[in-house]
């Protein structure tokens, strides 16, 4: 008896064959599901982990929310992030010591931020990290996800670049030397 | 002119247009085998060489012969050698009894199924040779399987053909395909279809298809007999079994489906039509079923195959002997 079960166990294991078949002849009926890249791309890339953008700063957007806190460059287990806080300038400096009537003006002025911020994304392992750690929030997961290039200086980026020429300014001033200033 | 000549330099042009036809189905094979698998995988497969990749191929071919011959150290350089044009040259013997119209035969002779089953022998040969001489475990053990398997599907696969030997009396593909008549009913398939599906499996077990691809299987054996080989070594071999595919559709549609006889369009477009078709379901059993395990491999052989193949053949001859 045990032997006539095997054989029709066997014989019904042929219909299993034609049912594969019908699957394979069926997905190959249908439309494609691959989007052909040079020629389409994805547009679900929001949730994409690319290399990481500073965020606007919610009540100047043309300024990053970034303090130069040095934690992200901290952090990161591979020193990708080099940070260079922004000089205080000397107006601000001497309002400040003097005090006063129009203090809360004088911080405003005397903002933290990043002189320069640059950011290696060929040594970036998007562990995520500095986005966790970042105490205001201001590092998150671009989703550039067709980033390409055929030189690795295209993947140094200075993340300040999409604030415009008014963050850049501010660079310090000549004679203050920091490792991210010579590169 | 004396016949002799006439005969030989008929043989040559048969030879030659063998070849080309070989060479062309190949090119044609492995880009429908590509674009088959895109689709059935629900992407494009090669687009980018040629209007939807069709220069693909070419671009291969061309890269394959440019690249350096290169023997391992320790390989036997004889076997090493030997084995790819070993596992290509019966190509052509195998394809010249083939009737591909009505008169279109490269060489008529009474025994044309008898030098087709004796020529794909040799393949068994090559792809020993290959795995024995390449000095590599995951060859030799790619060249045992491919043995063991060519040696067991080769006899459910005579029997097959036997049976159809016995109804038709005669082993000239030519005078088998007289037999049959032009509408499917009249195609041994119809009296014959047990033999059929014994001769179809034996068939894509005998290429070493997937799902029978234990020689050179990917996964297990990274390329099994044809690990050490690139450039020319490896698309002869790659040559071969596109050929040995084409060879056994073609057998398979004179035995079995009528060969060139079928209505309204002129033969040669039929067989045409009839081998792609073939071929075209075997490449959707490749990109369909996963591979057999070694003993599946061999049980379904020894405890199916041939069992319903001597059934089947034992059948038929006892009702020759009646009717």
Partial sequence: MDSVNRIRDDVAGLWSLVKGLKVTGTCFARDQVTVHYPRAQVDNLRTFRGPIELVESPDDPRRPRCIACMTCAGVCPHGCITVVRKKPAKMEKGTEKGGGSDKGEAKKKARKGPATFTYDYTRCCLCGFCVENCPVRSIRFSSRGYLAGIDKGAFVFDLLEKFGEEERSQKPEPGVTSPATAG | MSYEFHRFFYLLIAVVATAAVVAVSALILIYLERKVAGHVQRRPGPFEVGPHGVLQTVADALKLMGKQPFRPDGADRLLFWLAPILAFAPALPLLLPIPFGPVLTGLEVNLGLILILAFSGINAL??????????????????????????????????????????????????????????????????????????????????NRAPFDLPEAESELTAGFHTEYSGMGFGLFFLAEYTNMLVVCSVATALFLGGWQAPFLPGFWWFLIKIYLLLLIIIWFRWTFPRLRFDQLLNLNWKWLLPLGLANLMGTALLMKIF
């Fill in chain 2, 126 to 207: 090559a792809l020993c040779m290959a795995g024995w001489g390449s000095n590599n475990k995951w060859a030799l053990l790619g060249a045992a399987r491919a043995v063991a398997q060519s040696v067991g599907y080769e006899i459910p696969l005579l029997m097959s053909v036997l049976s159809v030997a016995f109804m038709t009396g005669t082993l000239n593909l030519s005078k088998i395909v007289a037999y049959q008549g032009p509408w499917p009913w009249h195609w041994n398939i119809f009296t014959q279809p047990l033999a059929f599906l014994i001769y179809f499996v034996c068939a894509v077990a005998e290429t």
